[in-house]
């Protein structure tokens, strides 16, 4: 099964910038899609934002001109680059991956907090 080890979670101010980091333990490219998700409190698992194996990206509207996913094939890693957070971002964010056989896989989520 594969791994996904988040990091770069943590407390920030609103306005604030944080970067999240999903490494997972095959190659990045071996994946149809990569992505962010989050959970708050009370709430559903809501899809943050998505990468294709081909680059193509994809954003919840909540995020949109604020958030930018990315991955650096040299070093194998997803990221979430979250710009101007809001305290309505704050929750538990998770990666996720799935292969071209369908099968799923998510990380162990990471702590995001923006306070007001």
């Known amino acids: 099964q594969v791994q996904l080890v988040e990091s770069g979670g943590g407390l920030v101010q609103a306005g604030g910038s944080l970067r999240l980091s999903c490494a997972p333990s095959g190659s990045i490219f071996g994946f149809n899609v990569m992505g962010w998700y989050r959970q708050a409190p009370g709430n559903q698992r809501e899809r943050v934002a998505t990468?294709?194996?081909?680059?193509?990206?994809n954003y919840a509207d909540s995020v949109k001109g604020r958030f930018t996913i990315s991955r650096d094939s040299a070093k194998n890693t997803l990221y979430l680059q979250m710009n101007s957070l809001k305290p309505e971002d704050t929750a538990v964010y998770y990666c996720?991956?799935?292969?071209?056989?369908?099968?799923?896989?998510w990380g162990q989520g990471t702590q995001v907090t923006v306070s007001s």
């Open positions: 996720n991956a799935l292969e071209f056989n369908g099968i799923g896989s």
């Open positions: 990468i294709t194996w081909g680059g193509t990206t």
